[in-house]
Structure formats: structure tokens, C-alpha cells
């Protein structure tokens, strides 16, 4: 297992246009987190899936975005109608569950997005 | 709500010497975990140690070390023997038991290990 991969690793595109980060965590994690990064700050929470279902989500996760997990495996970020405040980098980790879950994550290398 | 604070924006150390980075959290939970993660130039986040809040024995990792200090809500990381790779951007990471899998994370601070 190469650990956590997110894909692109960097996206520029022009406000108002929708875009998708696709994330594979560890194969055997059935957790998955998505976190967004501004330059020079820590990274926020968004929201996290177990399995197939998404459990908690952020306030910042307007109605703009969505994410999905469909069969437990790789989950995709969608910004729809991009704003050049979502700008940042998105980044995924995934975990075990349960009392491995305080063990920390496995980060991916994030998805780098630019909004001109 | 839980809140954690990290007042170094930037730090630097000579190489092999040791360092001290500070982070401070609130929390009204009497169980949780805090962790140090580094965040390299190549952007990854990967965890460097962490503590358990119910254990009061400092944890350590190598040339890693923390000072917990439960009551005044303290989790300093100490780094022996600086090394030039441990240049990076160290975040501080709180995580309560009863908050699903939420990490909240500091501000951040940027190590420069020099030569």
C-alpha cells in the first residue's frame, strides 16, 4: 500500500467553474476525513466518512460542495460555482475506526486548488 | 468548543541543538489525545508523536519529546539533536473522545533547522 493518494495534485480554475478531488485512502481504513488548508494556517475540518456514510460535516462545507464515498472505498471532493475564497489546499486522511481512530491519521499530499 | 494555540509563528535552531515549540488548548473534555504532526516543504502531513490525556508519563519518539502539562493545558514538543530534515512546518492537533473523529488543529509553526 502506497498510502494515502489525492489526485490532481494541483488544480487552477477560473471562478465560477465546478471542480472534483478524488482521494484513495489505505485500502484496509475505513475511515476517510477531507480538510481544507490556507496558506499559513492549520488545516479545518470538513467532514469524514465511516464506510459509505458520511457522519459529520463541517459549517464550512457550504452547499457548494459535496462528497461522496460510494462503495467505502475512494471518496470525491465537488466544488460547484467556485469562488476565488476556496482557493486553499484540500487534503484527505483516512484512519481505522473505533479506538485506532486516536492513533492519528495517514495525510495525503493534498490537492493544491487555485480559483482565478 | 475546543480551541488550540500555537504563539510561535516561526522558530530556528542550529543544527544538533535542541528546541522547544509551544502549544496551549481549551477544552471543557477530560478525555482526549493530543498529537504533533510535521508538515514537510513536500506538503504531507505525518504524525510525529502523540499523548493520551488519562496518561500522566510524558510521551517520547526518538529525538522527540513532549511536556503535558494536564492542568494548564499545555503540550510543548521538544526536539533533541536537531537534524536539517527536521525542517518543516509543525502543527499541534487536539482530538476529544467525544467528538467523533474531529481534529482541530493549531496555527502552526515553522521550524528552521540551520546549518
Known amino acids: 500500500d502506497t498510502g494515502v493518494s489525492q489526485d490532481p495534485r494541483h488544480k487552477i480554475t477560473k471562478r465560477g467553474q465546478n471542480v472534483t478531488f478524488r482521494c484513495d485512502p489505505i485500502?484496509?481504513?475505513?475511515?476517510l476525513y477531507w480538510y481544507r488548508q490556507t496558506l499559513g494556517q492549520g488545516p479545518e475540518f470538513l467532514t469524514y466518512?465511516?464506510?459509505?456514510?458520511?457522519?459529520?460535516k463541517s459549517r464550512l462545507l457550504s452547499d457548494r460542495f459535496s462528497a461522496e464515498r460510494p462503495k467505502g472505498s475512494f471518496s470525491t471532493l465537488e466544488i460547484q460555482r467556485t469562488e476565488q475564497g476556496d482557493s486553499a489546499m484540500y487534503l484527505c486522511?483516512?484512519?481505522?475506526?473505533?479506538?485506532?481512530?486516536?492513533?492519528?491519521?495517514?495525510f495525503g499530499s493534498g490537492t493544491r486548488l487555485t480559483v482565478v | 468548543a475546543q480551541t488550540v494555540t500555537q504563539s510561535q509563528p516561526e522558530m530556528s535552531v542550529q543544527e544538533a541543538e535542541t528546541v522547544t515549540l509551544s502549544c496551549t488548548y481549551d477544552?471543557?473534555?477530560?478525555?482526549?489525545?493530543l498529537f504533533w504532526y510535521k508538515q514537510p516543504p513536500s506538503r504531507q502531513m505525518i504524525l510525529v508523536i502523540r499523548?493520551?490525556?488519562?496518561?500522566?508519563q510524558n510521551a517520547t519518539e526518538n529525538r522527540f519529546s513532549v511536556n503535558f502539562q494536564k492542568a494548564a493545558k499545555s503540550f510543548s514538543l521538544k526536539i533533541s539533536d536537531s537534524q536539517l530534515g527536521d525542517t518543516a512546518m509543525y502543527f499541534c492537533?487536539?482530538?476529544?473522545?467525544?467528538?467523533?473523529?474531529?481534529?482541530?488543529f493549531g496555527e502552526g509553526t515553522q521550524l528552521t533547522v540551520n546549518p
Open positions: 486522511a483516512s484512519s481505522l475506526s473505533g479506538d485506532q481512530a486516536n492513533y492519528g491519521y495517514t
Open positions: 485500502s484496509e481504513h475505513n475511515r
Open positions: 466518512f465511516q464506510n459509505e456514510a458520511q457522519l459529520e
Open positions: 477544552t471543557s473534555e477530560s478525555n482526549y489525545y
Open positions: 499523548q493520551e490525556a488519562y496518561k500522566q
Open positions: 492537533a487536539f482530538k476529544a473522545e467525544t467528538s467523533g473523529s474531529r481534529l482541530t
